[in-house]
């Protein structure tokens, strides 16, 4: 069974940095596609970023050129960096595969 626990969130400035953190448990965890998703109250949960197993990746148009996804299999974690953030990007992240379900997030706050 695998289990995501994210983390990494804040407060950050327009134009500041942070790198979100999702880690998981099990050793399939290494062979999963995982994305990146961010919620907003009130409005729909949008895909932000994935990565396969062999570390293709994909992000979505809003966030192209200023977020980066990665994956470090011995640490069982994937990452989000995300740079030159907007107060477009605050939102709690979540990261999920398709073995888990949605797990608690982490706060993403962009204010000046």
């Known amino acids: 069974q695998v289990q995501l626990v994210e983390s990494g969130g804040g407060l950050v400035q327009p134009g500041g940095s942070l790198r979100l953190s999702c880690a998981a448990s099990?050793?399939?965890?290494?062979?999963?596609?995982v994305n990146w998703y961010r919620q907003v109250p009130g409005k729909q949960r949008e895909l932000v970023a994935s990565?396969?197993?062999?570390?293709?990746?994909n992000v979505a148009d809003s966030v192209k050129g200023r977020f980066t996804i990665s994956r470090d299999n011995p640490k069982n974690t994937v990452y989000l960096q995300m740079n030159s953030l907007k107060p477009e990007d605050t939102a709690t992240y979540y990261c999920?595969?398709?073995?888990?379900?949605w797990g608690q997030g982490t706060q993403v706050t962009v204010s000046a």
């Open positions: 999920k595969t398709g073995l888990t379900g």
């Open positions: 099990g050793s399939i965890f290494k062979v999963l596609e």
């Open positions: 990565i396969t197993g062999i570390g293709s990746t």
